[in-house]
C-alpha cells in the first residue's frame, strides 16, 4: 500500500463532456451513438452491442469519438443514485461517438489501467462521492468539475494491470452464469408451453402435438388441450377452508404506526417475484396484530398474485415461511392441493398467453391494478390428472432446479467480486503479480 497514492480523476484522464444528441440533422455526419442505457446496462462496452444511429459534425465527432480503452460515466439522472455509473470500452468500434448524459474520459495509458479506472469508478465510495455532488432537484446532473476532482486510489501499474485481469475474469463469469439462466429460462418457458397443451403419457414422453394427431385433441375456451383433461375455473379448485382467496388488510384495520422493528413478517410486492418468492422481509407486525389479522395469514403452499406495481407477478410461498400476514397489494390464493398443484396454477397465470388475455379482458378500465376476486375465481385452467400434473411437475421442477442453482452461483459470484472491489481496489489486500487471474476457481 506504501507506493500507492491518492490522485484526482483530473490528473490521469482528460474528461469530456458530450453535446451530442440524438438528433440527425441534414449535413451532419452519421454516427453511432453511446447512449446513457448503453453505458447504465453494461459494464464493459463491446462490438457486439448495438448503438443508435443519429449525427454530428466534425468537430464533434474529432472531440467525442469514443476508442477503445476510454471510460464512460452516466453524468445527468432522474436520482443522484444513478448518476457516475462506469462502463469501459474494450472493443476498436467504427464510428463510435459519446452522446448527451454521458461523460467521456480518455485515461493516460501511462498511469492508470482503463478497466482499473473503471472500476475504481464504481467503488461504492466513488458513488457515493457523485450522489453528492450531483446538483438538480428533479433532475440530477454532475459538474464537469466534480467529476475531474473525483478522488480515486491508484496502484503501481502493474498491480493495476493483474487487479483488473482478476476482476474481468469474475466478470465474465458472472456473464456466463447470466447467459445459463437466460439460456434455461428459455428453455422452461417452451418446454411448460408444450407440457400445459400436450401434457405427458404413463410413459414420460408428450403426447404427439395436434397437427399429428387431431384425434388425441379438444377445443375449449382456453385452446385445444388433450381430451383426457378438463377445464375448471380457479374458484372450484381453492382449498375448502376459510379466506381461500384474500386481499387486505384495507384502511384503519392496520396503520402505519403498528408496523413494528421485528416480529411476524407482512409480505408486499417487493416479496412477490415470477417464480420466486423473496424472504428479505422489510415490514413486520407484532404477534398481537397478527392475531387481529389472523384470516390474512399466509400459508405454505398458498399462490400470491401482485395487483400493485408489477402486475400479475405470481409465485408459491416457500414451506419454510411458516407464518405470515399478506398485504392489501397482493391476492392470496390457498388451493386444494388434491387437485392441483400450486406451482403449476402459478406457472400458468405467469406465462400462459390465455391467462394474460384473461386478465387484460378483465381489468377495470384496462388497467391491470384492477384485479378483482370475481376475475381470479372465474378465471379457467386445464385440469389434467393429479397423476399428470405430478409428472409435468418433475419436468418443471428439473429445469427449476438448474435455474435456482445458477442463481445462487450468480449471486455467491457477485457477492466475491464485491469483496475482491473492497480488498483489491483499496489495497487492503496485495495482489500477487505472479498470481493466476482466475481468482473463482480458488475462492
Not at 76 to 99: F, H, K, Q, Y
Not at 131 to 156: D, E, F, H, M
Not at 379 to 392: D, K
Request: charged share 25%; aromatic share 6%.
Amino acid at each position: 500500500m506504501s507506493e500507492w497514492r491518492h490522485v484526482q480523476l483530473g490528473q490521469i484522464a482528460d474528461v469530456r463532456v458530450s453535446n451530442v444528441d440524438k438528433k440527425t440533422l441534414p449535413g451532419e455526419q452519421s454516427v453511432q451513438l453511446c447512449n446513457y442505457m448503453d453505458v447504465y446496462s453494461n459494464d464493459y462496452i463491446r462490438d457486439d452491442l448495438t448503438f443508435m444511429t443519429a449525427s454530428a459534425t466534425g468537430a464533434e465527432v474529432a472531440r467525442f469519438k469514443v476508442e477503445c480503452g476510454d471510460v464512460l460515466i452516466t453524468k445527468d439522472s432522474e436520482t443522484p443514485d444513478d448518476i457516475g455509473i462506469p462502463a469501459v470500452v474494450i472493443s476498436d468500434i467504427d464510428n463510435l461517438v459519446c452522446g448527451y448524459h454521458v461523460a467521456l474520459i480518455k485515461p493516460n495509458k501511462s498511469l492508470v489501467d482503463s478497466v482499473y479506472l473503471s472500476k475504481q469508478l464504481g467503488r461504492t465510495e466513488t458513488a457515493g462521492y457523485f450522489s453528492r455532488y450531483a446538483a438538480g432537484s428533479t433532475r440530477y446532473g454532475l459538474p464537469i468539475g466534480a467529476i475531474t476532482r473525483a478522488p480515486l486510489a491508484l496502484a503501481p501499474l502493474k498491480q493495476q494491470r493483474k487487479i483488473a485481469a482478476i476482476l474481468s475474469t469474475i466478470d465474465t463469469a458472472i456473464e456466463q452464469t447470466e447467459a445459463l439462466i437466460e439460456k434455461y429460462q428459455h428453455i422452461k418457458a417452451g418446454l411448460m408451453h408444450d407440457l400445459f397443451t400436450r401434457g405427458v403419457l404413463p410413459d414420460g414422453q408428450p403426447r404427439p402435438p395436434r397437427d399429428q394427431a387431431p384425434e388425441l385433441y379438444q377445443e375449449t375456451a382456453i385452446g385445444w388441450i388433450p381430451k383426457e383433461w378438463d377445464v375448471a375455473a380457479l374458484e372450484t379448485l381453492l382449498a375448502p377452508v376459510p379466506n381461500n382467496i384474500r386481499s387486505g388488510p384495507f384502511g384503519s384495520a392496520l396503520l402505519k404506526h403498528e408496523l413494528v422493528e421485528e416480529g411476524i413478517p407482512f409480505l408486499g410486492i417487493d416479496n412477490i417475484h415470477v417464480e420466486r418468492f423473496s424472504a428479505d422481509f422489510q415490514r413486520f407486525v407484532s404477534e398481537r396484530k397478527f392475531r387481529e389479522l389472523a384470516r390474512y395469514r399466509v400459508r405454505p403452499g398458498d399462490v400470491i398474485i401482485t395487483i400493485m406495481g408489477t402486475v400479475g407477478r405470481c409465485c408459491v410461498v416457500p414451506a419454510a415461511i411458516e407464518i405470515a400476514l399478506s398485504s392489501k397489494h397482493l391476492w392470496t390464493m390457498t388451493f386444494d392441493t388434491e387437485r392441483i398443484i400450486p406451482e403449476l396454477v402459478c406457472w400458468q397465470l405467469n406465462h400462459a398467453a390465455w391467462a394474460q388475455a384473461w386478465f387484460r379482458k378483465s381489468m377495470q378500465g384496462g388497467i391491470m391494478d384492477a384485479i378483482q376476486s370475481s376475475t381470479l375465481k372465474t378465471l379457467v385452467v386445464p385440469l389434467p390428472s393429479l397423476a399428470e400434473q405430478l409428472s409435468i411437475q418433475a419436468k418443471f421442477q428439473q429445469v427449476t432446479n438448474k435455474i435456482n442453482q445458477d442463481r445462487e452461483q450468480l449471486q455467491k459470484l457477485k457477492k466475491q467480486k464485491l469483496g475482491l472491489m473492497q480488498d483489491l481496489l483499496t489495497g487492503k489486500v496485495a495482489v500477487k503479480l505472479d498470481s493466476p487471474d482466475n481468482v473463482v476457481a480458488h475462492a
